[in-house]
């Protein structure tokens, strides 16, 4: 029972943001194999035509999922130091429905978009800039959101607790949902790809 | 051909996936508190729960930085407390009063809160915690204000020596007897040597 | 230019991306994200013209509240100058670097850059809202089951597709 290392004491804050550089070199790297530095592949998954956007963020949430119940599991993470990210329920689905249409607007999201402008994309340039430009506006506009943005707070909440499952339960359905939905991804695709030719 | 083998990369992706879920569902919570409720048990069978007023403070003379937590009220701690020590409720304790990486000696009076206190935070996985052996009592008797033998051997005389040094290092007053009832005491504690323990 | 080698099988990536966000957890016990990095880019600005103005406002006092007081000493922004890295290596491996506007051929170049634009004001005010982008929220937040994240995540994806026959003509 030793992770997480940095809870645990076993390094400082200045190690720790010198650790963030590999991660995030991991994290560029595997956006940008995966296609993420294109806008236009990107926003297919929007016109079920090309469904990696899907596919790549589900397995990738399912891994990290049961990587991190087996190894907290085997008695090395301790998941009661993983922060759970609190729930504040309108802000965050009003934030997501904005950020829907400024994703198949503007074709990336704020990751991939670094990827695509370091890899030259001049679109990828413009959107970082807009990024920007939309965080100042919301910082202005801060106070007089803020009581909004504290609003229907549901503190770190889980889906196992809203369905009062098991966690391993819970790890169950999602995966079953993700297999479903990448096969019907497959299909998708495939139907589309012979109708589009 | 290529077509052929992603395809079956992915099958057995996704095998792997269900397989390990379909554990995971049966297994219902990753955290096996069994598991650690053995581990706590086995730390209280074999004395690893807690430092002895001497090992303690030997330890703080030596320099090591260990936090020490008084349990006691704050009448109690206001009129005497251990060096450096600082007062803390239960509540505050479990309440993130503390750190998972620094070694924590909680002491209460006789050493019954202390140690209620104590399980509580190994329950919440914080490892370096410990109890003082006797509370506060035992640290008075041993350390502030111990009565010494003057030894008949060299290396007693060496050991009453460092119990003195201690003592007055920690602001108490030791007391000498004579060699008479020395030995008296010395015969009976040979009946029940102290137990030895490794160094925390 | 060479001609780019093609993608990594989504799956393989996915599993990649998601070992990476579980070394985050393991690491560090928190996530992965990009829109905190940059809103402590956009603190650093605000700060620079306008100290009092920065410190007043509560959004940008949460972003200055880092060990040395400069926004910049944040885990998510080296964190994102990593993902720059780790892009460009992918990229130059791949063959894919070069200057380019990604579009579809019925729009003009200007036009891609004014939608790249707005939907970057969208995308910045969206994940302020909502705390987090598709990494922090999305990602981060649907591997530690996070109801706020599905949440989000649902959102995202309903509002994308109900929009998404407006912006046809961008990409094909």
């Known amino acids: ?27 560029g790297f595997f956006l940008e194999q995966a296609g993420f530095g294109s806008s236009v592949k990107l926003a297919q998954q929007f016109y079920l035509r090309d469904l990696t956007v899907f596919k790549v963020m589900f397995t990738a ?17 301790d998941l009661s130091l993983v922060r759970v990210l609190p729930t504040y329920l309108v802000p965050q689905f009003a934030g997501g429905l904005v950020f829907g ?34 965080i100042f506006l919301f910082g202005e506009l ?28 819970t790890v169950l359905l999602i995966v079953l949902a993700a297999i479903a939905g990448f096969y019907g991804a497959e299909k998708l695709e495939a139907r589309f790809r012979s109708v589009g030719s | 051909m290529t077509i052929l083998f992603v395809m079956t990369l992915n099958k057995i992706l996704a095998s792997i996936a269900l397989i390990l879920a379909l554990l995971a569902a049966f ?13 706590i048990a086995l730390l209280i069978e074999t004395e690893g729960d807690h430092v002895t007023p001497l090992e303690l403070a030997e330890q703080i003379y030596a320099g090591r930085s260990i936090r020490l937590i008084d349990l006691r009220d704050s009448l109690s701690h206001v009129r005497q407390h251990i060096v450096n020590s600082e007062m803390m409720s239960v509540q ?32 919440q996985r914080y490892d370096s915690v410990y109890t003082l052996l006797g509370g506060f009592q035992g640290w008075k008797e041993e350390i502030l204000y111990p009565t010494l033998n003057a030894g008949a051997t060299a290396a007693e005389t060496q050991g009453v020596e460092r119990r003195k040094m201690l003592s007055l290092f920690f602001g108490g007053e030791p007391s000498l007897t004579s060699q008479e009832s020395s030995k008296r005491k010395s015969a009976r504690q040979n009946n029940s040597p102290p137990k030895q323990k490794p160094p925390v | 230019m060479q001609t780019p080698k093609p993608y990594m099988n989504p799956y393989l990536a996915g599993i990649g991306l998601g070992l990476v966000l579980l070394a985050a957890f393991v690491v560090m016990g928190r996530g992965l994200g990009a829109s905190g990095a940059l809103s402590s880019f956009v603190t650093l600005g605000v700060n620079a013209a306008a100290p009092a103005h920065a410190q007043t406002n509560a959004f940008y006092r949460e972003y200055l509240a880092t060990p040395n007081g400069n926004p910049l000493n944040d885990w998510l922004v080296y964190e994102i100058g990593g993902v720059l890295i780790g892009g460009l290596i992918s990229g130059l491996i791949a063959g894919r670097v070069g200057r380019k506007v990604d579009k579809g051929p019925r729009i003009t170049i200007s036009t891609r850059m004014v939608y790249a634009f707005g939907g970057g004001i969208l995308m910045g005010l969206g994940s302020k809202m909502a705390r987090g982008c598709t990494s922090g929220q999305a990602l981060t937040g649907g591997a530690l089951l996070s109801v706020g994240s599905w949440v989000f995540m649902i959102a995202v994806f309903a509002s994308a597709y109900a929009v998404a026959y407006l912006f046809r003509r961008q990409w094909t």
């Not at chain 1, 999922?65 to 090395?76: E, Q, V």
């Not at chain 1, 007089?144 to 909440?157: K, Q």
């Not at chain 2, 297994?27 to 581990?39: A, N, S, Y």
Request: hydrophobic share 50%.
């Open chain 1, 1 to 27: 029972m030793n992770a997480p290392l940095y809870q645990f004491g076993l390094f400082g804050n200045d190690t720790a943001l010198l650790l963030a550089v590999p991660i995030g070199i991991g994290f």
């Open chain 1, 61 to 77: 949430i399912v891994t990290a999922m049961l990587g991190l119940f087996w190894l907290s599991w085997i008695g090395f993470v």
């Open chain 1, 101 to 134: 249409v400024g994703f198949v607007m503007g074709g990336y999201c704020p990751g991939t978009c670094c990827v695509a402008a370091v890899t030259g994309k001049m679109d990828g340039w413009i959107n970082l800039t807009g990024m920007f430009a939309g």
């Open chain 1, 142 to 169: 801060f106070p007089f959101l803020e009581a909004w943005y504290s609003s229907t707070p549901m503190g770190e909440i889980t889906l196992s607790q809203v369905f009062n499952l098991s966690q391993g339960t």
């Open chain 2, 27 to 39: 297994i219902g919570i990753p955290t096996r508190e069994d598991r650690h409720l053995k581990e």
């Open chain 2, 92 to 123: 505050q304790l479990l309440n993130h009063g503390i750190k998972r990486n620094e070694m924590v000696v909680l002491y209460s009076e006789g050493g019954i809160h202390a140690s209620q206190a104590w399980i509580l935070l190994k329950m």
